[in-house]
């Protein structure tokens, strides 16, 4: 499954009302460390289809970063129905981001 790219306009249909754990990156074109672990996200989003994979530009949407209080990035959340699951700040291993959705 690709990347959803997530936005004002569809971030609730797609991440907060999807059925199935979705994995939001927050980053911005000019982060390094968001450079550092966008293969890793592309890469989690074509293993599997048990799991959605969005990515957030807050440059783009800062208001659903805001909403979510990202503060530095990359920030990686994880919402099962509707909800934060899970959360880390900074660049991780692709170990660490499977994990989270555990």
């Known amino acids: 499954m ?7 306009d569809n971030f609730d249909a797609e991440a907060l009302q999807s059925t199935q754990p979705v994995l939001v ?10 450079k550092m672990i ?4 592309e890469e989690l989003a074509e293993e599997s289809t048990a799991y959605k994979v969005g990515k957030v530009n807050v440059d783009e ?18 919402f099962k129905d509707g909800k934060v699951a899970n959360q880390a700040v ?5 170990d ?3 994990r989270m959705f555990e």
């Open 2 to 8: 690709a990347v959803v790219k997530l936005t004002k």
């Open 25 to 34: 990156d927050f980053y911005a074109d000019w982060c390094g460390p968001c």
């Open 38 to 41: 966008s293969p890793l996200v």
């Open 61 to 78: 949407s800062p208001e659903v970063a805001a909403r979510y209080g990202v503060m530095s990035i990359p920030t990686l959340i994880v």
């Open 90 to 94: 900074g660049a991780r291993g692709n």
């Open 96 to 98: 660490a981001i499977r």
